[in-house]
């Protein structure tokens, strides 16, 4: 879907990107994830040339993103920003109605788009197509960013440190929100972070960055048990490692043959999850639960455990 292949960028003699080259699946999330001025931001916005390259290319199903003009090509690529950069002086259905209106789509439809997003993103028509940004909270707020990134039905969306702003409790809700939404439109996210568990719990695929340069592209089990770098090693946390593997993978995955006994863990869980449950209640074992309500496997704090050795 997205092919980036040797990108550069340079400013006089200092280069912030350097010669990056990875790809992204169809419909999956990649996260670009490093400190202040390792260059994930600028890498990002060469994808839709808000940044031209001083060399190397970007391809977007085979096509070079450079063969149509910059304007058009950011008009069928959603962007979302930190903030959310909403007009203040247009109402919420007007934001996301946007694009649309610059593509010449017709009212009907343009309506019936911007009712369909609301609703996908658990905000009422009658309420709030016709508020104001100020008049949202902050959570509202970075829904109708995204919404108005997907307004176009865009192929791809890129996502520039988009929950930085948000209080650790909204910002769980947006990133479980973020995935409930890619399932269903199964768009194709590139997204940038400084948060390695945001990387972790968002990406199917994860880039980690220095100092302009890819030290490493791999899914997170990859990055936590094989990292290619020292850096990268330092970056996932060496002292929870562990935990963070657990997280990666569902007490349904891990499920042992057998029935078992102890409290009943959701087949979904993750196995952190799992593990606290076991040591708050004191059990040896537990019961997955799938989605039909019924037992399938069963889990052991032991075989947890072996599943957390990197």
Not at 32 to 54: A, C, D, Q
Not at 176 to 198: P, S
């Amino acid at each position: 879907m997205i092919s980036v292949e040797k990108l550069t960028k340079q400013y006089g003699t200092t280069t912030v990107v350097d010669e990056v080259s990875f790809a992204v699946e169809r419909s999956s999330i990649s996260v670009i994830v490093g400190t202040s001025g390792s260059g994930k931001s600028t890498l990002l916005r060469m994808i839709n040339r808000l940044v031209e390259p001083t060399s190397g290319r970007v391809l977007l199903d085979g096509t070079d993103t450079r063969s149509e003009p910059a304007h058009l090509l950011r008009r069928r690529i959603g962007y979302v920003i930190q903030g959310h950069g909403l007009f203040p002086h247009r109402t919420v259905a007007e934001n996301i109605a946007t694009v649309p209106r610059l593509l010449g789509w017709e009212e009907s439809r343009i309506r019936a788009r911007v009712e369909e997003l609301l609703r996908v993103f658990q905000l009422d028509p009658l309420t709030y197509a016709g508020a104001f940004p100020h008049q949202l909270s902050g959570g509202q707020q970075q829904r109708v960013g995204v919404a108005r990134a997907l307004a176009a039905e865009p192929a791809v969306l890129l996502m520039d440190e988009p929950f930085g702003a948000l209080d650790p409790i909204i910002r769980a809700k947006a990133q479980e929100d973020l995935l409930d939404i890619q399932r269903r439109f199964g768009t194709t996210i590139v997204l940038v972070t400084h948060d390695m568990d945001e990387a972790f719990r968002l990406g199917d695929r994860v880039a980690v960055m220095s100092q302009g340069r890819l030290l490493q592209y791999a899914r997170p089990a990859v990055l936590l048990t094989h990292p290619a770098d020292p850096l990268v090693s330092r970056m996932t946390g060496l002292s929870d490692r562990a935990m963070k593997l657990l997280s990666l993978t569902t007490a349904g995955e891990a499920a042992l043959p057998g029935r078992g006994e102890g409290p009943a863990v959701a087949a979904s869980a993750s196995l952190r999850e799992a593990l606290s449950e076991l040591v708050w209640s004191g059990a040896a074992g537990a019961v997955v639960i799938g989605a039909d309500g019924q037992p399938c496997g069963q889990l052991t704090v032991a075989a947890i455990l072996a599943r957390g050795r990197p």
